[in-house]
């Protein structure tokens, strides 16, 4: 594939990844893209580079436009590896290249490679760097989302390299959002952000309010991964909605069962919510937890249910809450529920996640063995009562 020029002399040199399918935990089913953007001026800039593996990719894509060893500068907005893998690499093609990175990104650059023949510019929120024509100012985005992120501002194209913010796991030949459909590149960002930022919508909120109160305007933002978007202030929208937990009138009712009674539960449950609300049900151990998580990004009620195994909840429940646990969703209502044979454990554990993660909780639905008729109606209802309280 070739070079793509994104604006004049500023052209992605990425890489498209049609296999990936597991980002540390997150399912992707649509592959992945790593975005490295080369900037031609008197100072010949690289911003970011691609996974290991496609160094070569990056590499000839970089030959087609100039020769790579007259690069000068290598921003390097992200530590992780989908990021800075071929940093050595390119490196030794430019070997008198300066690194840009905060300090924080120096700090992890050092110990992932042998930087200590490296030349580094460390900068913070602010600080510009003249490359030409056009200048460079950087803009710290601190666990947005590890410690070290930062997004790059083109001042003159009123262009923001944004690294991972504004991102989408999909691999794709189309190169803007438009190109795939707006409405289709807010989807998978939606899915993104749930999986992966999800958990800093303070910091993500207080970011917005900093960019707007540098003054910062975008006529393009070009992530480190998925499209770019041509379209900025639909994305931007939707960081602020996101951010703040915007709900709509959805419940999420999500379950594992050993014998299908805590099938049956849920199901009882969410007919009783779909006759106030909107529904979305999962199988933790059929459907993807990536997906599960999007909906419950924008979901006001939750209903979560699982066998009881040795006192406590179903193992593969487990894993999922715990995954669930560590994206902080907030401003919801939870109800668990369980089959249990004898002590049962399962709703109690479940509902204790709920606690923690500061949930309006229901009082948790206990059955057991097997549902009676009477049982499943009592499920229906309360899942009419948690329909109700999402659509309030």
Known sequence: MKPFEVIKDVYWVGAIDWDER?????????????NAYLILDDKITLVDTVKHKFFSEMIE??????????????ISNHVETDHSGSLADIKRVAKDATIVCTQRGKDGLCKHFDCKDWEFKVVKTGDELKIG???????????????????TYIKED?????????????????????????????KWAKIYYANILMPFGEL????????????????????????????????????AKWANFESDNK?????????????KIARAI?????????VRMFHIRKDAWSDIMTEILDAKAIAIGAPTMHNTVFPPMAGFLTYMKGLKPKNKIGLAFESYGWGGGAAKEINRIFKELKFET???????????????????????????????
Do not use: C
Not at 22 to 34: K, L, N, S, W
Not at 251 to 263: A, K, L, N, P
């Open 251 to 263: 419940v999420v009712v999500i379950y594992d069962t050993m014998w299908h009674s805590t099938e």
């Open 133 to 151: 024509k056009r200048t460079l100012m950087f803009l710290e985005m601190r666990m947005l989302h590890w410690p070290d992120s930062m997004a």
């Open 22 to 34: 597991d980002f540390h935990g997150f399912e992707i089913v649509r592959g992945a893209t790593y």
């Open 158 to 186: 009123r262009l923001l390299l944004s690294n991972d913010a504004f991102g989408q796991h999909v691999a794709t030949l189309e190169r803007f959002d438009e190109e795939i459909g707006v409405d289709e590149a807010i």
């Open 204 to 239: 993500i909120k207080k970011k917005l309010k900093e960019i707007e109160e540098l003054g910062l305007q975008f006529d393009m933002i070009a992530p480190s991964h998925g499209v770019i978007w041509r379209n900025p202030s639909k994305i931007v929208e939707s960081y």
């Open 270 to 278: 969410a007919e009783g919510a779909a006759t106030k609300a909107k």
């Open 362 to 392: 229901m009082e948790p639905l206990r059955i057991r063995y097997r549902p009676t008729k009477e049982e499943l109606e009592k499920a229906y209802e309360i899942g009419m009562e948690l329909g109700e309280k999402a659509s309030g």
């Open 61 to 74: 894509r970089i030959k087609k436009i100039v020769d790579p060893s007259q690069i000068e500068y290598i």
